[in-house]
T-cell receptor, first 113, second 118 residues
């Protein structure tokens, strides 16, 4: 079956622009997570969805970051007014339920010029 | 707060050597899960194993084995007879599930870069 799908795989944009990153989880997985991986900070949790609700947004670094999930499936992470420190690989993961293994997509490599 | 420490940063071995990757964790929950993930040069994070806090039985799966010890808060991973294809970054991770019905977000260690030379 299909794994977690993320798009785009690479995104280069100018500082100050908005970007949208998409995640299509494994079918039937109710839990969806966004993480960020950068050289300096390692792997960091951003936000968790259970169904369409986001009970934990504690990892979002600023109010420029937001995310939504619709239909209990696809999720979009939006970064407004991008800054150079937003450059990182953004990873999406999904799992059947909390505590179950999280399966990761290939990530979106975001570069802010 | 939960924390995962992988004290080793880089390990280099020659093919066929055994190698152990160390992981130490901190949590106040009595119910939690421990994971190992592998990230090869291609970049995708691959799930290897999950253990819950009530299951200290160690496991061997092919060339891989895991040693979970609650007394020392350690969850170490051993590769026997390493191969070049084992070269990757290995992450240990923890998720809490007990006290607050937490969301089971993963807290990762910094990762260990394993290089296996032919």
């Amino acid at each position: 079956g299909a794994g977690v799908s993320q798009s785009p795989s690479n995104k280069v944009t100018e500082k100050g622009k908005d970007v949208e990153l998409r995640c299509d989880p494994i079918s039937g997985h109710t839990a969806l997570y966004w993480y960020r991986q950068s050289l300096g900070q390692g792997l960091e949790f951003l936000i968790y969805f259970q169904g369409n609700s986001a009970p934990d947004k504690s990892g979002l670094p600023s109010d420029r970051f937001s995310a939504e999930r619709t239909g209990g499936s696809v999720s979009t992470l939006t970064i407004q007014r991008t800054q150079q420190e937003d450059s990182a690989v953004y990873l999406c993961a999904s799992s059947l339920a909390r505590g179950q293994p999280q399966h990761f997509g290939d990530g979106t490599r975001l570069s802010i010029l | 707060a939960q924390k995962v420490t992988q004290a080793q940063t880089e390990i280099s071995v020659v093919e066929k050597e055994d190698v152990t990757l160390d992981c130490v964790y901190e949590t106040r929950d009595t119910t939690y899960y421990l994971f190992w993930y592998k990230q090869p040069p291609s970049g995708e994070l691959v799930f290897l194993i999950r253990r819950n806090s009530f299951d200290e039985q160690n496991e061997i799966s092919g060339r891989y084995s895991w040693n979970f010890q609650k007394s020392t808060s350690s969850f170490n991973f051993t590769i026997t007879a390493s191969q070049v294809v084992d070269s990757a970054v290995y992450f240990c991770a923890l998720s809490e599930a007990g006290l607050t019905g937490a969301n089971s977000k993963l807290t990762f260690g910094k990762g260990i870069t394993l290089s296996v030379r032919p």
